[in-house]
């Protein structure tokens, strides 16, 4: 994962020692450049962990979603059906209810 990062560094590194530094010099960047790279790395390591939680989120949010919609879709379902069977109980009162004035009437 962080192979090709060590060549850049390494590469710096080599540049310096042929320039012709002073090894207090050499050393100094030496130690800058460690630093440079365990924050990189570090930067690189948070960045991933970020990346893995948030498309884990996605995951977990796309499944709810999913559950949700079918479970919306059985709702409807069932509301249909509870609608179909107001309508039809509707229709037997309110034929019932006529023959009763009807009768009333008589």
């Given amino acids: 994962m962080f192979g090709n990062k060590l060549a850049l560094p390494g590469a710096l590194l080599l540049a310096l020692f042929l320039s012709g530094l002073p090894h207090s010099a050499l050393a100094r960047d030496l130690s800058t450049l460690q630093t440079a790279?365990?924050?990189?790395?570090?930067?690189?390591?948070?960045?991933e962990a970020e990346r893995d939680t948030d498309a884990q989120r996605?995951?977990?949010t796309e499944k709810e979603m999913e559950r949700l919609r079918k479970q919306l879709e059985a709702e409807r379902k069932k509301a249909a059906?509870?609608?179909k069977r107001?309508?039809?109980?509707?229709?037997?009162?309110?034929?019932?209810?006529a023959a009763f004035d009807q009768a009333w009437k008589r």
């Fill in 58 to 60: 996605v995951t977990a």
């Fill in 37 to 47: 790279l365990r924050i990189a790395q570090d930067e690189v390591k948070a960045a």
């Fill in 81 to 83: 059906q509870s609608e």
């Fill in 86 to 97: 107001y309508l039809e109980g509707k229709r037997r009162y309110d034929k019932a209810q």
